[in-house]
């Protein structure tokens, strides 16, 4: 049975979602922030059908972002279900921001109004080796712990979300019982499983020293190139991805996805016991590269392998490209040591 909780200012409570049942459901997946980005909104449908999760992306809709109860920003459709925003669009923290979607049979959904401080600078990054780092099926894994330094605002009520891009050195382009070599230089683009999420409510004001933000595993000996990601949220949001955090570390392994999705800050105008998953954010946003050197986990413990094992080269056979995507480029990344 699913239920919705409402609090007196109208707020939606993310709470997870049954989703075993062949219903479909509307998943709204969208951040909002002040750097310079694309800025969408991805709309899709999603259903269970005999264990297998399916989904499909919501066409022809009307969607529009209300800043401040007055100015409406329409989104145009790129196809796929993503909705982008005009490209000089940026939010200003203080300001709040509305979603609105209107299917074509005259379905309205809206989101709460959402509004952010301004997110501080991370002063620092650093990171420590820890042999059992990460927790496994079968054994756990070693892993550099990333760690920040950061002053929070003062006369401010912030919560802060962190999340993480990680390029490594990839040599294999293909694999089909044995790995193919790249044909060129190559990089694998990894992203965080989970989010870092984190209340100002006993530091307010105060520096946050050694803050943990990430368990980056160790994949190889080689150095590789991490992108953090801070960023200022507003309360309900922090609580929708602190939800989606507890998910991730409680499914068991580093590699899990959430065993159920979670009703965020979107609703049916018209039917507020329809669930809608996902969530609708504005994130105050400051990005840091850092280079993970690794070399204090020399000697120490065996790297996994970015396959999630070591490689088993292919006997005289043609290489393969290094196709540029979202999980893989062959273009070197600013910031890249060697």
């Not at 007196?8 to 062949?22: G, K, L, N, Y």
């Not at 590789?224 to 960023?231: P, T």
């Not at 996902?278 to 020399?298: I, M």
């Amino acid at each position: 049975m699913i239920s919705l909780v409402l609090l007196a200012s109208a707020c939606v409570v993310p709470f997870e979602m049954d989703v075993q049942s062949e219903k479909k459901y509307m998943v709204i997946e969208g951040t909002l922030t002040d750097i310079d980005t694309d800025q969408t909104i991805n709309i899709h449908e999603t259903y269970n059908f005999k264990k297998n999760t399916y989904n499909a992306p919501l066409l022809n809709l009307k969607v529009e972002v209300r800043v401040n109860d007055s100015e409406i920003i329409h989104l145009n459709e790129k196809g796929n279900g993503i909705y982008a925003l005009p490209a000089l669009f940026r939010i200003h923290p203080g300001n709040t921001y509305q979603l609105r979607i209107q299917k074509p049979d005259g379905t309205v959904y809206e989101s709460s109004k959402e509004k952010t401080t301004q997110v501080p600078a991370i002063d620092r990054i650093f990171d420590e080796f820890e042999v059992t780092g990460i927790k496994g099926d079968f054994k756990d894994l070693p892993a550099n712990y990333i760690y920040l330094d950061f002053k929070d605002n003062p006369d401010e009520k912030d919560f802060y979300t962190w999340t993480w891009q990680l390029w490594e050195r990839q040599y294999y382009c293909y694999t089909n019982y044995y790995d193919f070599s790249c044909d060129s230089e190559c990089w694998e683009i990894l992203y965080n499983k989970d989010f870092n999420v984190f209340s100002d409510i006993y530091s307010n004001g105060k520096n946050t020293i050694g803050k943990l933000v990430s368990k980056i595993p160790f994949y190889s000996t080689d150095g590789a190139l991490l992108e953090l990601k801070q960023q200022a949220v507003s309360e309900q949001v922090y609580q929708y991805f602190k939800l989606v955090s507890e998910q991730s570390q409680n499914s068991g392994t580093l590699v899990d996805t959430p065993p159920a999705a979670i009703v965020g800050n979107v609703r049916n105008i018209n039917d507020s016991t329809e669930p809608v998953a996902g969530v609708f954010s504005v994130a105050s946003t400051v990005k840091q590269k850092y280079w993970l050197d690794r070399k204090n986990g020399h000697g120490k413990a065996s790297p996994i392998g970015i396959l999630g094992r070591m490689p088993v080269p292919a006997p005289n056979a043609r290489p393969y490209p290094c196709i540029d995507g979202p999980g893989r480029t062959p273009f070197k990344p600013e910031g890249w040591i060697y």
